[in-house]
């Protein structure tokens, strides 16, 4: 009922005679009057609102430059997410010192891979947001609501992966396009519009698990997400390498991920290099969602089965560590690898504080403390 009260009052106040929404309709309202009076869509004026770049003369080329080295190339990707990595090895020699199980021991690094996991992927999708100049706040009862749909439909079937996985992911498609929808189309606020279906969405988990999940995870899922190879790797680690080779290939070398970068570097410099910002933005928060949803999937196989709140950890950690990784929160910066940087930073710090007889509470407090620091020494060292 929050949820919702809340996304009515900021439609509300949103929706006004220059809301993309009612350009949308104006410019609906013009086709339907021309074609009334058999004007056809190609008499219609248009106006090219896409930059005009000049193009060399006929016969003129432009001299050819010599491919610069690795190092130069992505000397800005280097300079923002090696501090993430530099910050993560003192970590782990920390964690040897204090602990004496770390650099030798591959369960150690094992161990550190699979909790990173979820995280890692959580990365690449509220990354992609950030980078547009966005905020997912919905992750965490997407990532529940997920997880207790899926434990409920497949309740220890393996044969039951086949259709409840499909029916999830698409309940994430659903989730991101709502929150596309109300931010491109009606308006509103991303961080308004993605707490509202966070409420929205702890409300239907609420009614539709009445108050105790029911089922368990799959045996395949739970044996992808805690069995060990000849005794070394879990599954899931060798799926999260492909993982991270996709996500650098999808931001980096893709045009959708060209596009990403153009609408957080200024959303009217986008439009006017003809960038479809609406469509890209809705599949940007799509993505988001679907992230969510497979985490949502993996801690029900990591844990056994469902649980109301498992996603409420996740939401400060899956913008720290875009953060810490080197991205700009305005958008418009940042690479994966960095993103991943600071997945690797925080779960090696959160088990060095775990391995202490410390309290939780105390815990806590030096693991906010920490993520503070870092995150404001690699603010100040961007802006020197």
Same mark, same amino acid.
């Given at each position: 009922?929050?949820?919702?009260?809340?996304?009515?009052?900021?439609?509300?106040?949103? $929706?006004?005679?220059?809301?993309?929404?009612?350009?949308?309709?104006?410019?609906?309202?013009? !086709?339907?009057?021309?074609?009334?009076?058999?004007?056809?869509? &190609?008499?219609?004026?248009?106006?090219?609102?896409?930059?005009?770049?000049?193009? #060399?003369?006929?016969?003129?080329?432009?001299?050819?430059? #010599?491919?610069?080295?690795?190092?130069?190339?992505?000397?800005?990707?280097?300079?923002?997410?090696?501090?993430?990595?530099?910050?993560?090895?003192?970590?782990?020699?920390?964690?040897?010192?204090?602990?004496? !199980?770390?650099?030798?021991?591959?369960? @150690?690094?094992?161990?550190?891979?699979?909790?990173?996991?979820?995280?890692?992927?959580?990365?690449?999708?509220?990354?992609?947001?950030?980078?547009?100049?966005?905020?997912?706040? &919905?992750?965490?009862?997407?990532?529940?609501?997920?997880?207790?749909?899926?434990?409920?439909?497949?309740?220890?079937? +393996?044969?039951?992966?086949?259709?409840?996985?499909?029916?999830?992911?698409?309940?994430?498609?659903?989730?991101?396009?709502?929150?596309?929808?109300?931010?491109? @189309?009606?308006?509103?606020? #991303?961080?308004?519009?993605?707490?509202?279906?966070?409420?929205?969405?702890?409300?239907?988990?609420?009614?539709? &698990?009445?108050?105790? #999940?029911?089922?368990?995870? &799959?045996?395949?899922? !739970?044996?992808?997400?805690?069995?060990?190879?000849?005794?070394?790797?879990? %599954? $899931?680690?060798?799926?999260?390498?492909?993982?991270?080779?996709?996500?650098?290939?999808?931001?980096?070398?893709?045009?959708?991920?060209?596009?990403?970068?153009? $609408?957080?570097?200024?959303?009217?410099?986008?439009?006017?290099?003809?960038?479809?910002?609406?469509?890209?933005?809705?599949?940007?928060?799509?993505?988001?969602?679907?992230?969510?949803?497979?985490?949502?999937?993996?801690?029900?196989?990591?844990?056994?089965?469902?649980?109301?709140?498992?996603?409420? +950890?996740?939401?400060?950690?899956? $913008?720290?560590?875009?953060?810490?990784?080197?991205?700009?929160?305005?958008?418009?910066?940042?690479?994966?690898?960095?993103?991943?940087?600071?997945?690797?930073?925080?779960?090696?710090?959160?088990?060095?504080?775990?391995?202490?007889?410390? %309290?939780?509470?105390?815990?806590?407090?030096?693991?906010?403390?920490?993520?503070?620091?870092?995150?404001?020494?690699?603010?100040? !060292?961007?802006?020197?």
């Amino acid at each position: 009922a929050e949820g919702t009260i809340l996304v009515l009052a900021a439609l509300a106040g949103s $929706i006004s005679h220059a809301s993309v929404l009612a350009v949308q309709l104006r410019a609906a309202r013009a !086709r339907l009057a021309a074609w009334r009076a058999g004007i056809l869509p &190609s008499q219609l004026e248009r106006l090219d609102r896409r930059l005009k770049i000049a193009e #060399p003369s006929h016969g003129q080329r432009s001299p050819a430059s #010599p491919r610069p080295a690795f190092h130069l190339r992505n000397a800005e990707t280097l300079r923002y997410a090696l501090p993430a990595y530099v910050c993560l090895l003192v970590i782990v020699v920390v964690t040897q010192i204090w602990l004496g !199980r770390a650099i030798l021991n591959p369960g @150690y690094w094992n161990s550190l891979l699979v909790l990173s996991s979820f995280l890692a992927v959580l990365a690449l999708g509220q990354g992609t947001v950030i980078l547009t100049g966005g905020l997912d706040l &919905s992750v965490p009862w997407t990532i529940g609501i997920s997880g207790i749909i899926l434990a409920g439909m497949v309740n220890g079937s +393996d044969a039951a992966l086949i259709y409840a996985l499909p029916v999830v992911l698409v309940m994430a498609c659903a989730i991101g396009f709502a929150n596309g929808f109300g931010i491109v @189309y009606l308006g509103i606020s #991303p961080i308004v519009m993605t707490l509202a279906t966070n409420g929205i969405l702890q409300g239907c988990a609420l009614l539709y &698990s009445q108050g105790t #999940p029911a089922g368990f995870s &799959s045996p395949m899922l !739970r044996w992808f997400m805690t069995a060990r190879l000849a005794g070394l790797l879990t %599954p $899931i680690v060798l799926l999260m390498v492909v993982f991270v080779v996709a996500a650098v290939l999808l931001l980096g070398r893709t045009p959708f991920g060209r596009r990403v970068y153009g $609408i957080g570097n200024g959303l009217r410099a986008a439009r006017l290099s003809g960038i479809g910002v609406e469509r890209t933005l809705i599949l940007v928060y799509m993505l988001s969602a679907v992230c969510a949803a497979v985490v949502g999937i993996m801690l029900t196989g990591f844990s056994g089965q469902a649980s109301l709140g498992m996603g409420d +950890d996740y939401l400060l950690p899956s $913008i720290a560590v875009v953060v810490v990784g080197g991205a700009l929160i305005t958008g418009g910066r940042g690479h994966y690898l960095g993103m991943l940087g600071g997945v690797l930073l925080l779960t090696a710090l959160q088990m060095l504080l775990a391995g202490t007889t410390l %309290p939780y509470a105390t815990r806590a407090i030096l693991y906010g403390l920490v993520v503070l620091g870092a995150v404001m020494a690699l603010r100040e !060292r961007r802006l020197q």
